[in-house]
T-cell receptor
Framework: NAGVTQTPKFQVLKTGQSMTLQCAQDMNHEYMSWYRQDPGMGLRLIHYSVGAGITDQGEVPNGYNVSRSTTEDFPLRLLSAAPSQTSVYFC?????????????FGQGTRLTVV | EDQVTQSPEALRLQEGESSSLNCSYT??????LFWYRQDPGKGPEFLFT???AGEEKEKERLKATLTKKESFLHITAPKPEDSATYLCAVLGPWGNKLTFGGGTRVLVKP
């Protein structure tokens, strides 16, 4: 099994550009989430989904959109990139949320906005 | 608002030198405390879930314990391959949001 696959691994954007970070999992997990990781701040939840067709905001949702049309895929869209969105982005999936949150993480996407 | 503080930020150990990492938390109604390991350039990897004060879990040289205010990750006789960043996270009473601490970077020298 591939687990959680994120693409691309690295990306440089200019301010104002848009892009989509891809995330796919092959474990038939219902719960998927996006985090950003910044030095000294830990992982912060951007958006999450408890199943196909259902998404909700996390701690830092501004500037990001998500959709969940299938169980496998959970793309993260940056509508108009800003330097403050320079970060490492992780997608995670788990069988369910809540107390059974043994989450499996992707390898991350390192995004730089100039 | 849930808060998680990990200390120290960084820890340098000699191979075989046991030590402990601290995770202090403030949450109204803890449903679970999670430990993850993260290697450079990779995503976090799940280690343990602790649910109630007094609970302990072990995996190889790692042992996690939980009290009502903090959790400890004890590393016994560490080896260089234990070098990584260790992350702690809590799940509060509502929803599915995990709150992570800033992590402790551990370097074990041979």
């Amino acid at each position: 099994n591939a687990g959680v696959t994120q693409t691309p691994k690295f990306q440089v954007l200019k301010t104002g550009q848009s892009m989509t970070l891809q995330c796919a999992q092959d474990m038939n997990h219902e719960y998927m989430s996006w985090y950003r990781q910044d030095p000294g701040m830990g992982l912060r939840l951007i958006h999450y989904s408890v199943g196909a067709g259902i998404t909700d905001q996390g701690e830092v949702p501004n500037g990001y959109n998500v959709s969940r049309s299938t169980t496998e895929d959970f793309p993260l869209r940056l509508l108009s990139a800003a330097p403050s969105q320079t970060s490492v982005y992780f997608c995670a999936s788990s069988r369910e949320g809540g107390v059974n949150t043994e989450a499996f993480f992707g390898q991350g996407t390192r995004l730089t906005v100039v | 608002e849930d808060q998680v503080t990990q200390s120290p930020e960084a820890l340098r150990l000699q191979e075989g030198e046991s030590s402990s990492l601290n995770c202090s938390y403030t949450v109204s109604g803890l449903r679970g405390l999670f430990w993850y390991r993260q290697d450079p350039g990779k995503g976090p990897e799940f280690l343990f879930t602790l649910y109630s004060a007094g609970e302990e879990k072990e995996k190889e040289r790692l042992k996690a314990t939980l009290t009502k205010k903090e959790s400890f990750l004890h590393i016994t006789a560490p080896k260089p391959e234990d070098s990584a960043t260790y992350l702690c996270a809590v799940l509060g009473p509502w929803g599915n949001k995990l709150t992570f601490g800033g992590g402790t970077r551990v370097l074990v020298k041979p």
